[in-house]
């Protein structure tokens, strides 16, 4: 029997770009300037919920979320950050980490299909994984060099 290896999904590798890895998640920035908006994925196969990681990865699961949930907030002075595992539209198990302002253009509404993302410009973007990598230090990995 082989062993299948951890791959994003197509959706999430087309709609962001990796930053690096905790020991059990994938950190990844959604391509989307409206918001400061980042995916947790467990580095693991054929996982659709939280459920059906071991105890022992859902324990780094939390640990990691709430690691990056504190070190978002602080970064970008939230006023509130909202945490979901959705996957209605991908059914890889991802974790969204969404930084959210009062003044945002979705304000108080969850920000799933109110607008069209609005891609980082290549300065911005450039920018935003600078400042996040700096914000977490060494806790996270450099990214492999692989392909999604």
């Not at 082989?2 to 959706?11: D, G, I, K, N």
């Not at 994938?26 to 994925?41: E, G, M, V």
């Not at 979320?65 to 950050?81: I, P, T, W």
Request: some cysteine; charged content about 20%; proline content about 5%.
């Amino acid at each position: 029997m082989s062993e299948q290896l951890f791959s994003v999904h197509r959706q999430l590798a087309m709609d962001s770009i990796a930053l690096g890895s905790f020991e059990l998640c994938q950190l990844r920035l959604i391509n989307d300037c409206q918001y400061p908006w980042f995916i947790l994925i467990p580095q693991r196969t054929n996982i659709q919920e939280i459920y059906q990681l071991t105890t022992q990865d859902q324990s780094l699961l939390i640990k990691e979320s709430s690691f990056l949930a504190e070190q978002l907030a602080r970064l970008f002075k939230a006023d509130k950050l909202n945490i979901a595992a959705i996957g209605n539209v991908v059914p890889q198990l991802h974790l969204h980490h969404v930084v959210r302002y009062q003044t945002d253009i979705a304000w108080p509404k969850p920000i799933w299909g109110l607008s069209s993302m609005q891609a980082y410009s290549a300065t911005l973007l450039e920018q935003r994984i600078e400042e996040v990598k700096q914000q977490l230090g060494p806790a996270l990995n450099p990214p492999e060099k692989t392909s999604d």
